[in-house]
């Protein structure tokens, strides 16, 4: 089945469906599943569930009345991943930055393959600015720095640019050509350059690797939001985040590169409470504060 092309992108390519998820996959998924059921990630106060369309999404309250939302897009290769997963991550930055959070659990590969996640993004966007009338940030970890970056994108488009964005460890290239992948291979645990192939395989499905929506590191950047980027300088993504900052910059956006020697792939997300994401966590509250209170 395929649906239109999406409006505010014209070179979006339709919605098409994908196939099944391999066993392996679809092991990890149940295994996803178990966690958020063990109560892995849960927060107190817990999140309200509700949707936009078809897409579910948690919302994670800040204190008071906040005049802003940060809409969050979980990693896990655009194949696996809930937005339980960044609840802690979600709910600390709620409550020390007195927003909202929002966290989409878009479409996956590869049964939904580009643009699903895409189109899920936007309606989300779309429907957040029209109906809250809201101060709306935009931020993602891993793979969900790709849907939040490509979305920025469509939003400076559509003249409705966000009031920030946030990328965590963002994977933004998916060439995956970047020579950090062999340079860092021994220093990074939790990805590499072989399952960064294989996902954007199943997510691509016979799109382009450079499509601008889909790798938002080749994508035009001018008319960006203020952007803070967050990574491990030991991380194979490493060269997404120096390359995206540097792009950025010569675009005339106003950066701040957040390199961290020794910090492994999104331990920002995985974990927020740790003494050694302190700092972090306190430069990430001090660049978002001043753009969304």
């Known amino acids: 089945m ?8 014209p070179g979006l390519p339709a ?14 998924r149940a295994g996803l599943r178990d966690a958020v059921g063990a109560g892995i990630w849960r927060t107190d106060p817990e999140p309200e569930e509700f949707y936009i369309g ?5 919302r994670f309250a800040g204190h008071g009345e906040p ?7 979980h990693g896990g290769a655009l194949r696996i991943g809930c937005p339980e997963q960044v609840g802690p991550f979600a709910a600390a930055v709620a409550a020390q930055c007195d927003v909202d959070v929002v966290c989409p659990a878009y479409r996956l590969a590869p049964e939904h393959p580009f643009p699903a996640a895409i189109v899920d993004a936007w309606a989300v966007f779309a429907a957040l600015r029209l109906q809250e009338g809201r101060i709306v940030a935009i931020s993602g970890d891993s793979a969900g720095g790709a849907i939040a970056a490509s979305l920025t994108a469509m ?3 559509s003249d409705t640019a966000p009031a920030a964005l946030v990328l965590l460890s963002p994977w933004l290239d998916l060439t995956v050509t970047h020579k950090s992948y062999t340079a860092n291979a021994a220093t990074d645990p939790w990805f590499s350059q072989a399952a960064a192939q294989a996902a954007a395989a199943l997510y691509l499905q016979g799109t382009a690797p450079d ?7 080749h994508g035009r950047l001018h008319g960006f939001p203020p952007t803070f980027i967050n990574a491990g300088s030991g991380e194979v993504l490493a060269g997404d985040a120096i390359g995206m900052a540097r792009r950025l910059r010569n675009a005339g956006v106003t950066i701040e590169l957040d390199l961290v020697e020794g910090m492994e792939h999104v331990a920002i997300t995985r974990d927020p409470t740790l003494p050694a994401n302190a700092p972090v966590m306190g430069r990430l509250t001090n660049f978002l504060r001043p753009l969304v209170g």
């Open 15 to 28: 919605q098409r469906s994908g196939f099944a998820a391999s066993g392996e996959l679809a092991a990890q």
């Open 67 to 73: 005049r802003a939302t940060l809409l969050h897009f």
């Open 54 to 58: 078809a897409v579910r999404c948690l």
């Open 211 to 217: 499509h601008a929506c889909a790798s938002p590191f």
């Open 2 to 9: 395929v649906a239109p092309s999406h409006p505010i992108c």
């Open 155 to 157: 939003a400076v488009v």
